[in-house]
């Protein structure tokens, strides 16, 4: 079951924005994220708005239909070009995430980047990723993604063990991912990602050891980690509740993350946010990078969420509600809020804290100050930073780093 | 309804041979209110109309728990039904109905020279009416033994008028039977009482002498004393002294309540009645006392005068710190009608800024507890109810410790503990179970009879220590609530005794300090530090819970440091609601209390000082 939307203002049938959030748009980045609501199946631990056909039948009739999802996307990216009026900012970045995005024809997705090329226009250098299953894409989809402009795929792996993907319910089988990341290569992608999970009921440190092993083997040039997170009303969380696996254990999340951040780093990788790695600065994502520093972005597609100018709002969540707003020519949002000045602070906080840049000691008030003079002496933030202004994190604060968020925005 | 009857004898102006000065002996829930009312009913005091359930009992939580905390008196006219010419006067003088305020009783016994054993048909004698009734044979009242609710279909008369007769050495003919809820036998209860109740006997022409018997306070009116007059006179507007204290003051009013006040001219021999002098607190008026004239008093005061002497100790503190300054305001309005509650300011390192509160005994803390919190609106942490010691150094110098934090930590020669004699009335089924609790909490046989062929009365002596915190839980828990118990401070002795502190990274936490015994220290260390780990949360660091004798540590836990506090993702979709998790962790922050360098939620406070040891079996108090 997909997880619940905050509650919020009312979003204006036309979608407007207040005057404030297009103020000083022009030296923010603009990025879109585009969202595919769909599965083959829903994996056991997945909370995310994601539908497979057999829970779309009866629900959404055509108005939720695959076929016709490209068209719909488009309308809101039309709807996007209405909203911000003559904003005059080329597209930085764009994210295609799900769901299975591959499970659109890639002509489909070539489409929808087609209509912000047009609406908005591209940016020369441009990040265009998508995220891919690597049952669901070949060389002939990939070559047609990377031929459509797309030069960035991230490839949901997450173990290179046959158990460990059985109680995550992936379907692929090991070795599949690492061969994806050779034919996206050769399709001329710049930049491949490979996600990994780790922590999941059942794996054993070396489980996780060959995971990461397959993974840098297969060469890309961005990983992300995730320690397994069981939400709640997931079929992993009932599973767990009943016995059927044991529950996920902080102790050992904290063990795998060392073990991630050895030997990544031995493989040249660096992280530059609290569960990503990157080889080079060029190979990190730009987009979301745009996420945690605060700029601008428009979130497309049901349940999708966007930012301007201190503006959150949120998409309704189903297809068929999401598809129906735009047929009648009415925006899709479902509720938003307006961040006070506190609101934008304490984010930018819990935000860029978790960035190996770390967050401005300036932005912290005297308590926050204090708390930060503590976490250094505890040896949670890096001295070198805190010398040079800043409050970064150190390897064992970057475990804890709720805790010194709760304590630095005081 | 007999009419009001006719030539109603009047305050001051009462011929002692027509008084009769009784009151009622019960255990809660026997029906003493009901058949308090139903004597107001029948002596037409109360009209049918203006009667409420228990009339005389004023306070809404005594209403709600059925029992009495402050007594009153009330004048009741009443013609026997064989004499219905000759009206009489009868002082019903209510009684305080639990273990906590003996002293208060025996005043009030000693008001009376009769009164009624009310005993409920269905359940027979428990240990605190009979504690009662030993108090009234000691005073040597005329005893009325009564069964009560003899109209309840599990009424058991036989058997417990055997058992009544036995014990104050009667004819079980003797015993009456009324059902006070319906009214049925309660006039010939009070023709019995007119016949067998002795008529008081004072000298009218000597200085006044009159015994206080409560004390209240009013906010309308100050403090309401009620007395009984042993010998001489009060009248309206004389001046009065107290004869503990030598202070004086004007009567402003004197009268008896039918059941309202009703000023009269003044009092006489025998009467009992009520004085108003304008003061604002109890303690100027204190139960015991004698009140003479100011002009030609009395020289000897009467005796049996105490001074009301707390017996159990407990911090309180409110949870939020701020609220300091409403518990004081709501600890001096409660002295206000409780001369025995004395309490101090007391600064914990762990709790903050509140009191040290000394009170009778375990229902006393309760009632106290509940009204500041139900009347005050507060909330508070009360630390583990502890009593007092007396530690004489071995430089031979003598401290009192009411705080076990402040128990010495120099060279100790010998330490006192409090001692009760505990008496315990139980089906006969529980010797074995009441015994074994006993033996435990290191009580010393002192005799057992048997008050039927089924129940049994069990007196041991127990350091009052032991019984303070869950004695009375686990003696109900361990009987299947058949059990009643009864105690009475019989003095203090030397014992083995050593303080236990608990240590949170390496911080004494002085709310946790606690007095025992020394074979049961280790106990107590180890289910304490046990109990803290699991209720305080991985901090960042790793933290030690130690239990120790001075620098003796004998049980240490530790709290692993939290490795993990993060969550993995963080993207464009999680902001606002991670955000928002971020506020509502910031209340949850402020609900912990910094021991040291430690977050200690407020919950494990409240876990570890109101509960017992996890055995299971009862939680709370009554």
Known sequence: MPSALPDGDPVPADGALPASALAGAADRPLGFYLHVPYCATRCGYCDFNTYTASELRGTGGVLASRDTYAATLTDEVRLARKVLGDDPREVRTVFVGGGTPTLLPAADLVRVLGAIREEFGLAADAEVTTEANPESVGPAYLAELREGGFDRISFGMQSARRHVLKVLDRTHTPGRPEQCVAEARAAGFAHVNLDLIYGTPGESDDDWRASLDAALGAGPDHVSAYALIVEEGTRLARRIRRGEVPMTDDDVHADRYLIAEEMLSAAGFDWYEVSNWATSEAGRCRHNELYWTGADWWGAGPGAHSHVGGVRWWNVKHPAAYAAALAEGRSPGAGRELLTGEDRRVERVLLELRLREGVPLDLLRPDGLAAARRALADGLLRGGAYEEGRAALTLRGRLLADAVVRDLVD | ?622
């Open chain 2, 1 to 622: 309804m007999p009419a009001i009857p006719s030539h109603v004898p009047e305050p001051s102006r009462t011929d002692p041979a027509l008084i009769r000065n009784f009151c009622i002996i019960a255990h809660i829930d026997h029906g003493k209110s009901t058949l308090a009312d139903r004597m107001l009913q029948l002596t037409g005091v109360v009209e049918q109309r203006q009667m409420r359930a228990q009339y005389l009992d004023r306070m809404d939580i005594e209403r709600e728990r059925g029992i009495t905390i402050k007594s009153q008196a009330v004048r009741l006219p009443w013609a026997p039904t064989h004499d219905d010419s000759n009206t009489h006067i009868l002082n019903m003088i209510d009684t305080p109905g639990h273990v906590d305020f003996t002293y208060e009783v025996s005043r009030s016994l000693a008001a009376c020279e009769g009164c009624i054993l009310l005993v409920d048909a269905a359940q027979g004698i428990e240990a605190q009416t009979l504690a009662n009734l030993y108090l009234a044979m000691e005073n040597d009242l005329t005893i009325i033994p009564v069964l009560n609710k003899i109209d309840l279909p599990a009424a058991q008369p036989e058997k417990f008028a055997g058992e009544l007769a036995n014990l104050i050495g009667c004819d079980p003919a003797d015993v009456l039977r009324v059902s006070a809820k319906t009214g049925l036998g309660v006039e010939a209860l009070l023709d019995r009482v007119v016949e067998r109740v002795p008529a008081p006997v004072g000298n009218a022409d000597a200085p006044a002498r009159a015994m206080i018997f409560d004390s209240v306070y009013d906010s309308y009116r100050g403090v309401v004393t009620y007395v009984r007059v042993v010998d001489g006179q009060l009248n309206k507007r004389e001046r009065i002294r107290m004869m503990s204290t030598g202070a004086t003051h004007e009567l402003l009013e004197i009268g008896t309540n039918s059941p309202e006040m009703l000023s009269s001219d003044g009092l006489g021999v025998g009467e009992v009645g009520y004085l108003i002098t304008g003061v604002k607190d109890v303690r100027q008026s204190k139960v015991g006392d004698t009140v003479t004239s100011q002009h030609k008093g009395a020289d000897d005061a009467l005796g049996g005068y105490k001074e009301p002497k707390p017996m159990v100790f407990s911090g309180l503190y409110p949870l939020d710190g701020s609220d300091y300054p409403e518990l004081r305001e709501a600890l001096d309005k409660l002295q206000l009608n409780d001369a025995a509650l004395v309490y101090e300011p007391e600064t914990s390192a762990a709790l903050g800024f509140g009191f040290r509160v000394g009170f009778l005994g375990l229902l006393h803390l309760d009632v106290i507890r509940e009204r500041l919190e139900r009347e005050f609106g507060l909330d508070l942490i009360a630390t583990a109810p502890n009593v007092v010691y007396r530690v004489i150094m071995e430089d031979g110098t003598e401290v009192t410790v009411t705080n076990p934090s402040e128990f010495p930590e120099g060279k100790l020669d010998e330490v006192f503990e409090p001692v009760v004699r505990a008496t315990i009335l139980a089906p006969t089924e529980f010797i074995g179970a009441i015994m074994e609790l006993c033996q435990t909490r290191r009580g010393s046989l002192l005799g057992m009879d048997y008050l039927s062929e089924d129940r049994v009365e069990i007196r041991y002596t127990l350091p009052l220590a032991e019984i303070v915190f869950d004695f009375f839980d686990q003696l109900k828990s361990k009987t299947r609530g058949y059990a009643s118990l009864d105690y009475e401070p019989t003095g203090e002795q030397s014992s083995s005794l050593v303080k236990v502190d608990i240590l949170l990274h390496g911080d004494k936490v002085d709310a946790f300090s606690a007095i025992t015994h020394k074979d049961q220290a280790y106990a107590y260390g180890v289910r304490l530090v046990a109990k803290l780990r699991e209720l305080i949360p991985r901090q960042n660091f790793e933290v030690p819970v130690q239990a120790a004798i001075g620098s003796r540590v004998i049980a240490r836990e530790t709290i692993r440091a939290i490795r993990k506090d993060v969550l993995a993702k963080c993207y464009g979709g999680d902001i606002s609601r991670k955000r928002k998790l971020l506020e509502k962790q910031k209340e949850g922050k402020k609900r912990m209390k910094m021991v040291g360098s430690v977050e200690v939620p407020q919950e494990a406070f409240i876990a570890v000082l109101s509960s017992d040891d996890g055995s299971g079996t009862a939680k709370g108090k009554k």
